[in-house]
């Protein structure tokens, strides 16, 4: 078995290979181990899973190891968004721990673990967690889940209902409501299941809102190229929004009333305009290495400081948590917003959006071309390329000793090594070379003027991997 480690967020693995009960136990109990010994909370945690395969057994087997550990539990009595228990982590001052591998393939399952503030845990506290994996101290037989339960150990409670209840305050329902907007949500067989239809009625037509632990084949991952279907949903339904989120719900996609996918970089530039011209608020813009440098710009003209991080939310919460942020977001679908959690969210930013649109009067399409002409166009691709793990090495040394000189017949000037490595060319574009921290590929991303563009130097650069 290979040993446990936790990556950009969690630890994941494949069910029935390295994610086993045993294993589970191991992680739980390393994990209750920080709680108690470096005084996090008194209060416990609370729990909660996605809608993978058996999610709700492994959820009641980790419940029962923080018994074991003489840390008191309350579980959610239902299938429950990441957001959902990262907002219970802070309501009850408690530590969240979520059953999901997010947007991994069908086959994996995973351990988030969320911090008090509300948000997922730093770095440092991860550390904490991964030092005491392994120690050799003799650990408590662990109880039945029954048993806990009738001993009022482990309290179930209806955290998405309360959750649900924390959006309808934040967000301005009745003006959507009263709009008549209509609304396409995919949740992808995921967590966010039915959120968005219970809040909004018949407004809201939803896609792949049943619970399917294979995902029909295609990875819960909220990007262009698994979401074809509903494209076409969107228009074929007069929805003027499409929102789409990952198997957890903490992650987003849009579509404008065309079908067009709307991505995450644009979706942070839409916020932190929304919030800063609409809404009056101020703060740092934070982004991860892989995100748009429209943002840049932004702060440029908007007088707001920006601050760049490593990839993964856990670097955006911690100084979310200790600083005054706007938004703050990564490439792959994770953005926060000031006045709401220090995490990711998709649903609420879903809405969010939702209400800019109905605020506005303006269609999605309209506001994304109001930032391109103020800010220049901004195009994105991304490539998760499977190779040989030889391969994937030899492309990250040869960028890192900044053998990478051209692409796509334009010469790079400037090398980057914030995470991965990000090679800045002569028009100012962008390409940026890194292993995934939760799965075994190599990805590679590019930002140009166009969208042609962008995807040229991808495939320029994944054609160079096949050589190694």
């Known amino acids: 078995m290979k040993k446990i480690s936790f990556g950009t967020d969690g630890w994941r693995a494949i069910i029935a290979d390295d994610y086993t009960f045993e294993n589970l136990t191991i992680v739980a109990q390393a994990t209750a181990r920080w709680i108690t010994e470096e005084n996090i909370t008194s209060n416990g945690v609370v729990i909660g899973y996605d809608a993978r395969f058996m999610g709700r057994e492994f959820a009641e087997h980790t419940a029962a190891v923080f018994c074991a550990m003489e840390v008191p539990v309350r579980l959610s009595s239902s299938i429950s968004p990441t957001p959902a228990i990262s907002w219970a982590a802070k309501h009850y001052d408690a530590v969240g721990i979520v059953i999901t591998a997010s947007h991994n393939p069908p086959n994996y399952n995973g351990f988030k673990i969320k911090a008090p503030f509300g948000g ?29 339960l009738k001993a009022g150990i482990i309290r179930e409670i209806t955290v998405t209902e309360q959750y649900l209840n924390v959006l309808r305050e934040k967000i301005d329902i009745e003006a959507i409501k009263k709009s008549g907007i209509r609304i396409g949500h995919d949740p992808m067989f995921g967590s966010g299941m039915g959120a968005i239809k219970k ?3 018949e407004q809201v037509f939803e896609l792949h809102g ?55 970089h644009r979706i942070l530039s839409l916020l932190v305009k929304y919030l800063h011209k609409e809404k009056g608020l101020s703060g740092t813009i934070v982004k991860t290495f892989s995100t748009t440098d429209m943002l840049n710009k932004q702060a440029s003209e908007y007088g707001l400081p920006i601050e760049v991080t490593p990839i993964g939310f856990k670097y ?22 000031k006045g709401h959690l220090p995490e990711r969210d998709g649903l609420y930013i879903g809405l969010l959006m939702t209400e800019m649109m109905v605020k506005s009067g303006k269609k999605l399409s309209e506001l994304v071309q109001e930032l391109f002409d103020e800010f220049g166009d901004h195009a994105y691709y991304r490539n998760d390329l499977h190779t040989e793990e030889s391969k994937k090495q030899a ?12 692409i796509d ?31 075994p590929v190599l990805r590679i991303y590019a930002e140009a003027p166009s969208a042609e563009q962008a995807k040229a130097m991808v495939e320029d650069v994944t054609q160079m991997v096949d050589q190694f």
């Open 120 to 148: 997922s845990a730093t770095p440092d506290q991860i550390a904490g967690v991964e030092s005491r994996l392994y120690q050799e101290e003799s650990v408590p037989n662990i109880p039945s889940f029954k048993s806990c």
């Open 199 to 201: 809040l909004l009625g």
């Open 210 to 264: 049943e619970v399917n632990p294979s995902f029909k084949g295609i990875p819960p991952e909220p990007i262009e190229k698994n979401l074809a279907e509903f494209s076409e949903f969107i228009p074929k339904n007069n929805c003027q929004i499409g929102i789409a989120n990952d198997g957890d719900a903490d992650r987003i996609a849009l579509f404008d009333e065309n079908g067009t996918f709307v991505d995450s």
């Open 316 to 337: 955006i919460a911690e100084l979310i948590v200790n600083g005054d942020v706007i938004v703050g977001g990564e490439e792959s679908g994770g953005l926060s917003v």
């Open 395 to 406: 492309m990250i040394k040869h960028c890192k000793d900044k053998k990478l000189t051209k």
């Open 409 to 439: 017949g334009k010469n790079v000037t400037e090398w980057q090594f914030t995470d991965g490595i990000k090679q800045i060319l002569e028009d100012g574009s962008w390409l940026l070379v890194r292993p995934s921290g939760t799965e």
